[in-house]
């Protein structure tokens, strides 16, 4: 199909942070923005300051807006830091960045909130400011934190201790999701998943922004998450039982299609290599495509990684190597057109 035949199409992005939000630009590149539905992690959210902050809906947002800081990979373009250079001088908690527009958004958020509207809510709100007609919806309304133990002392942390305080420095011997049993997907996500023509997990740290999706029950049963070694018992859904392949949803898995996060055994971004060798999995593309096999028909490797084709198509899924760097628009769009066309032949 040509580029130009793809724009009706449906399509349905699982994303966290950076390399899901870099990959959603390169869709609305390519497919009409209003046929693009984005559900993203929130696992990552939190309060600071009193103010609740949700990271990936804010970079997602942000980016689909124009206006990310590129450099960083989150927070505003242009932003000014009076505020924390304020806090600095009275020696406050500035560990987390927060610039001054930034800090407005997060403001209008918490206002938000406090008068009992949800995330969703807040989302299209802040969508409709920005003039963007991409939907993007939160996993889910209820409150779900990402908690990561330490291996060194068995302490469990919060995601952004663990990612920012911490910069990731630290092995970890457990991930869990803690209030994902009893969470359920927003209003519009189990419709964008089977409504899609295409669904495409994006090359977001598969431990920290896609299984949490995949692990909201209702989610579960549609897009299974898998079973992995290190997983904390109370995470494994109980469909996932990967012996007799019942949870497998083989039309939801015809069109899906997802991005490796890893190349030549490195995650361009953040802690995902190491993340999967602690939890038990090879860092490499290989490793990540074991995680996705029961859901994903497709699975897109960098070219560096081509190697990996043969062992990775022995697993049941088809592989495609291209460029998977997304570098500017034009490099997110053509990963993009080559992601939807691979689903769709699939
Ligand atoms: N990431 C950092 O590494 N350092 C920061 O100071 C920081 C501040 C920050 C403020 C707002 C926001 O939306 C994101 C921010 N991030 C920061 C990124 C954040 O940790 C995200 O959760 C990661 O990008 C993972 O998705």
Known sequence: MRPENLTKLKITVLAGGVGGAKMIQGIVNTIEPSRVTTIVNTGDD???HGLC??????TVTYTLAGMIDREKGWGLADESWTVMHTLEELKGETWFRLGDKDIALHMFRTNMLSKGATLSEVASTL???FGI??????MSNDPIKTVLTLAETGEEIGFQEYFVHLSHAVPVSRIRYA???DATAAPGVIKAITSADVIIISPSNPFLSILPILSIPDISILLPPPVYQAMAPDQHHKSCNPADKQHINPEIRAKTVAVSPIIAGKALKGPADRLLNEMGIKPTAAGVASIYRDIASVFIIDDEDVAL???IEDM????LATNTIMHDVESSRNLAIEAIKAAIQA
Do not use: F, N, Y
């Open 46 to 48: 939190t309060i600071l």
């Open 53 to 58: 902050i949700s990271p990936d809906l804010d």
């Open 127 to 129: 969508c409709a400011h």
């Open 133 to 138: 007609t991409t939907h993007v919806l939160p």
């Open 179 to 181: 209030g994902i049993e």
């Open 309 to 311: 084709k043969e062992e």
């Open 316 to 319: 049941g899924m088809k592989c």
